[in-house]
């Protein structure tokens, strides 16, 4: 008789649950995958479970209870006993990688963390393992889907963020604490272990520029839909000349843009290099059964192959003050002499305007700009010197605008 | 000092020669993913080298020579020698798949094929290992980029089928003779694969029914631009409670289709399953580089992890007249009375019309339907009728519709 294949839970939530069923629900098609029968061998909640007996009693260790204390010793531990750990533990990864990372790679043992990125959208294994050989230029990724969802709804509706946050609660898509998700401090966790997979260089959380969609404005949508883009909670990692950047903000897409169609929850990846031009995953970003799912697929691959551990073979500058393109939305008085002066402060600040369309009339009058690529820093200040005009009715609102580049 | 892993190519074509360029040239990325260098230890081509000496001298074999005689003795000779093989050959699969995954699992040696399916578009290895233990329900892809070439240009063009297909050889997105890519041969043979796969069956070419997209006429694009729908060339594999369904059609996609945004010579594949709901796949569907970057990621996973075997598990019965939606486009005579008898043709046959749009005049009146799922044995048999009634200008034409189904 074969001998089942032992694994040990940590966390029995929604996510634990779900794979406990499915381990339990898809035992013939685990065991024609894996050449022999899975069983939990033990659940650690904060109520029941032993870990160090679950630990001596298991093949492998699947972490999906969370937070970045008590799961982090019990990975170490694991790892340390020579047993491989699949975890769906993004905080664990952003904040703890580098430690986890080595003693894997020392001790040998496979850490896998598909479900930890985008859900069930398998962007873990095509960058470390479909391209594992290749140098990768940039990786783009809708990476949150509470935010994507809010985004996708306030486009179709034309409601107000806060109304739409509401909704989305209402509809369990976003938590009855939302901050993490709104400000766009998950994406930057997930961005910052992407960032670390796909350049070989150490990323830390705190390298992570981010920004959230709080203050996106019904009528900012009301001009991308004109322009034929649409808004996303980007997270974007870049290779530069000089370093990486590593960013999450909100920006318009153009309409070709692979990332464009990607609506509701979803969350997708696009990865580029010359020799794979683009590649594109999507897929649901969140949920119980689909994280599990990926928790399986992962189990399956401890089983049947060797992960590639993650290695920092680079030590590249994270570099801050890139350049883009902006939207910028201004409310002005009404009267002239207003597109002049804000022009000028523009143009001395070395920004150069791409497009200018002056809206309403009155109380509602307002400049809509578009402006050329050019270094952060420089349009922040000009922006800043911009708000302290008279004419301005309220202050400065910009949005990062991503141009067709694609072929 | 580490051993090279020495790789036998065979073929120096545009893959064979991108695949060697690549080798030479991202050595360190290659060294670094797979712990040793790897090294060309020997070409066959017609004029050049000598197989046997080529595989005593090989630690893997790298087959991009196409063709399905001599091809498949090498990969046979190759597998029973012991030496994993890496093929971008999807004619020697799709027809010699049963016999090359029976000798690769007796001899217990990887056969990778990622890049016969969708070139450098991860697809195999998702289907394979990041969802190995999912029971799908449907594999849905865009597997063939003249098509969508053609397709896209049309639509954005109005120009006919025979103008864009011209200047799709002019661009180098269609051979010189593009019959299989156009009659749907070349995007059956990636089905035929892919539902084996993805469903562990034995699935042969001749199973796979497969429709081209020569006669789609530009007024099919223009009425499908006012509906919101796009023109695809689609493979569907789709588990059905009675056996399996595999085809190849062009057909109507609703807006919200996750390939309804695939443009151009891209390919993307969908799979589904209830707990991973949906997972999109996109990128290049040809190019030699992009697809010489595919056989170099099954390179360095033949070194650094096992990869399953496809193992027959299931014989479902491949089903061929199966239920589905149809766009009907009819020119008649602008005469009253056209549509009460087309209606009564439909109606006696069991087919339930959704819309009709009666358009133009005179000589150029037409009916436009569209029919609710119904068997598509019964919609032949009555568009046959359908087209024998006086009353109808030309033979009438049709193409299936995939309605919103997704969440």
Redesign the interface.
């Known amino acids: 008789m074969t001998e089942s294949l032992k694994i040990g839970l940590l966390g029995h939530g929604t996510v634990g649950g779900a794979f406990d069923e ?1 381990v339990g629900g ?1 035992k013939e ?2 065991e ?2 894996i050449g022999r029968p899975a069983v939990i061998s033990g659940v650690l909640t904060t109520s029941i479970g032993d870990f160090d007996e679950i630990l001596a009693a298991s093949d492998v260790i699947v972490e999906l209870m969370g937070g970045t204390d008590t799961a982090r010793d019990h990975v170490l531990a694991s790892l340390r006993a020579g047993k491989p750990v699949i975890t769906a533990n993004k905080q664990l990864l952003a904040q703890h990688g580098a430690e986890l990372f080595a003693v894997a790679s020392e001790s040998g043992v496979q850490l896998r963390f ?1 479900a930890a990125i985008a859900a ?3 962007v873990v ?2 960058v470390q ?7 990768f230029t940039k990786v783009s990724g809708i990476v949150n889907g509470t935010t994507n969802f809010i985004l996708s709804e306030m486009a179709a509706t034309g409601a107000s963020y806060e109304d739409t946050l509401a909704r989305a609660q209402e509809l369990g898509y976003a938590e009855a604490d939302p901050t993490d998700d709104v400000n766009g401090a998950d994406a930057a966790a997930k961005m910052a272990i992407l960032a670390r997979l796909a350049f ?1 260089t150490p990323v830390t959380l705190d390298q992570v520029d981010f920004e959230g969609i709080e203050s996106v404005q019904p009528d900012d949508l009301a001009y991308a839909k004109e322009l034929g883009l649409s808004l996303k909670l980007l997270g974007v990692a870049e290779r530069l000349a000089d370093g990486i950047t590593v960013r999450v903000f909100p920006c318009f897409l153009y309409g ?1 843009h ?1 990332l ?2 990607i ?1 509701g929850p979803f969350n997708a990846v696009t990865v580029e ?12 970003g969140a ?1 119980g ?2 994280t ?3 928790v ?2 992962d ?3 401890v089983v ?5 551990t993650h ?1 920092v ?1 680079n030590d590249l500058p994270v570099l801050t003050d890139v350049t883009s393109s902006f939207y910028l939305h201004l409310e002005v008085a009404d009267e002239p002499g207003v597109l002049a002066q804000v022009a000028k402060v523009l143009s001395d600040g070395g920004v150069s305007v791409k497009s200018v369309v002056q809206k309403g009339m009155g109380d509602d009058a307002r400049l809509v700009m578009v402006v050329h690529r050019c270094l952060e820093s420089k349009f922040k200040s000009a922006i800043e010197e911009i708000g302290r005009l008279d004419s301005l009715r309220s202050a400065p609102r910009f949005i990062r605008v991503i141009e067709e580049e694609f072929v």
């Open positions: 499915l898809r098609a685990i024609s995958a598909e069930v959208v398998p294994r095509v393992e479909s391209f594992g050989a290749v140098e070989h070709g692979p464009s169609p609506e290099a010359p020799e794979i031009t683009e590649v594109t995953i999507s897929g649901p949920g059964v689909q599990a799912s990926a399986l697929g189990l399956v691959s049947t192959g060797d992960a590639p290695k073979q």
